[in-house]
């Protein structure tokens, strides 16, 4: 029985260990610190406190995994201390060992998430105090963040386990099947919400500014182009407000990991943001490079120019994170239209993001129509460009660089990325002998 993915207990135990609520939200409980395990998933208020847990454990925990890692991986950030998983991540190839502390975290960290989840949505289907008002908001609160840890799982590893609460040894499925059960679990939870809306209950443990419905459709669309849904990711990503944003929020308690871990105003970070977010090439001018940097001061680490981190990164350790970024539906768009055949919308998609002179986030790239080839690969390498300028540290490139067909892994060059999946930690093996797949060459 596996001490990541198989263990009902544990799930127990992790909600206890974040089940006090994030600042601002008001749960209506007295002592939130005070559940039990008895309790945890029993009652109205374990279940309000297991909601605020989750949302601390993936936002807090889990995401900055997911970002981290494979930023260093895809060759958006740069190593920016001696560590030698820092190093040996950066380095890649088949070399990278199994039981890299980075690796482990990111597959840890999500499966902990995808446990917690799961609990909360039994608890919250079988507890009877549970009106049909809150109930539908705290499943579907589960639901997006269980999908978002099999989606982030899917972009690291070729296998995922997507049950976690079945005793036994850990079933591991293709990631395809994790995308699409991803891709489900986001539509149950679009269609809970809007069967039967979220009291006021459930709102108060959702901190202001992150917008269930439409990160839940935003996501939908993410993970259905991943899955090569094209149909379901164009109507998903038709169905976001595009004037709508949501953020993870953080406080003084749960702090924003990423600018802990780039920003060198706390001291030596871990990681830093590479020169021209470590593209090889950009074009003049563009909005995006600037917002995400505020310095060229021919800076190195590890034989990487590095810039300091700005934009929604480098602010504080307060600032909110998008969940997404209104932008990626139009590039999902454009993606779509481009593999249908319809090369006239990919490019009027294309251009909505790059001649975009204001974004909520302040996130625009200001830049000139797009004036090139047509051809299928062309316009994907177009997409791939924005993606990454746009999309910049969502945890995606990694995902785009495969996806887009962005050359193959090489370690030797700065500006490739330098595997395609993560070997399965080393404990994980150790746990299910037999049943944990054999590591990708690369």
């Known amino acids: 029985?596996?001490?990541?993915?198989?263990?009902?207990?544990?799930?127990?135990?992790?909600?206890?260990?974040?089940?006090?609520?994030?600042?601002?939200?008001?749960?209506?409980?007295?002592?939130?610190?005070?559940t039990t395990e008895e309790d945890a998933f029993s009652t109205r208020a374990g279940l309000l406190s297991a909601a605020a847990g989750l949302q601390r454990q993936y936002n807090a925990g889990a995401y900055d995994n997911l970002v981290l890692t494979t930023g260093i991986t895809s060759r958006e950030l740069a190593a920016d201390n001696t560590f030698a998983n820092l190093l040996e991540l950066d380095a890649g190839g088949a070399g990278l060992d199994p039981s890299n502390a980075n690796v482990t975290g990111y597959f840890r960290e999500m499966y902990q998430t995808t446990s917690l989840a799961d609990a909360l949505i039994a608890g919250a289907q079988a507890t009877e105090t549970v009106e049909p008002a809150l109930q539908s908001g705290l499943v579907a609160l589960a639901q997006f963040y269980k999908a978002a840890a099999l989606g982030a799982l899917a972009v690291g590893f070729t296998d995922v386990v997507i049950d976690t609460r079945?005793?036994?040894?850990?079933?591991?499925?293709?990631?395809?099947?994790?995308?699409?059960?991803?891709?489900?679990?986001?539509a149950s939870a679009e269609d809970l919400l809007i069967a039967t809306p979220p009291n006021a209950a459930f709102r108060d443990v959702v901190p202001r500014g992150f917008d269930l419905l439409n990160t839940i459709r935003a996501y939908r669309a993410r993970f259905a182009l991943l899955a090569g849904d094209l149909d379901g990711a164009l109507a998903a990503a038709g169905r976001v407000d595009p004037?709508?944003?949501?953020?993870?929020?953080?406080?003084?308690?749960?702090?924003?990991?990423?600018?802990?871990a780039i920003s060198p105003s706390l001291g030596q970070p871990s990681f830093a943001v590479r020169d021209d977010l470590g593209l090889e090439s950009i074009e003049d001018d563009d909005g995006r490079?600037?917002?995400?940097?505020?310095?060229?001061?021919?800076?190195?680490?590890?034989?990487?120019?590095?810039?300091?981190?700005?934009?929604?990164?480098?602010?504080?350790?307060?600032?909110?994170?998008?969940?997404?970024?209104?932008?990626?539906?139009?590039?999902?768009?454009?993606?779509?239209?481009?593999?249908?055949?319809?090369?006239?919308?990919?490019?009027?998609?294309?251009?909505?993001?790059?001649?975009?002179?204001?974004?909520?986030?302040?996130?625009?790239?200001?830049?000139?129509?797009?004036?090139?080839?047509?051809?299928?690969?062309?316009?994907?390498?177009?997409?791939?460009?924005?993606r990454a300028t746009e999309l910049y540290l969502q945890g995606l490139r990694l995902e785009d660089a495969r996806r887009l067909n962005q050359g193959e892994p090489d370690p030797s060059d700065p500006f490739q990325r330098t595997r395609n999946f993560y070997p399965f930690p080393q404990q994980e093996r150790l746990a299910n002998p037999g049943t944990t797949p054999p590591d990708p060459a690369i």
């Open 289 to 386: 490079i600037a917002y995400f940097t505020d310095s060229n001061d021919d800076t190195s680490v590890n034989d990487y120019p590095i810039e300091t981190a700005a934009g929604f990164i480098g602010t504080s350790l307060i600032t909110p994170l998008p969940a997404y970024v209104p932008d990626e539906m139009l590039l999902i768009r454009a993606e779509v239209l481009a593999r249908q055949g319809d090369a006239g919308g990919a490019v009027a998609a294309i251009n909505a993001v790059r001649t975009d002179t204001e974004d909520p986030f302040g996130l625009a790239a200001n830049l000139d129509a797009y004036d090139g080839p047509t051809d299928l690969q062309s316009l994907l390498n177009e997409i791939y460009y924005n």
């Open 243 to 260: 004037a709508a944003t949501s953020v993870f929020t953080y406080t003084t308690d749960v702090t924003n990991p990423l600018f802990a």
């Open 166 to 186: 079945t005793d036994g040894p850990a079933t591991y499925v293709p990631r395809q099947a994790a995308l699409e059960e991803a891709v489900s679990l986001l």
């Open 1 to 34: 029985m596996t001490t990541t993915t198989r263990r009902a207990g544990r799930c127990l135990a992790l909600a206890l260990a974040l089940a006090a609520p994030l600042a601002g939200c008001d749960l209506n409980i007295d002592d939130p610190n005070a």
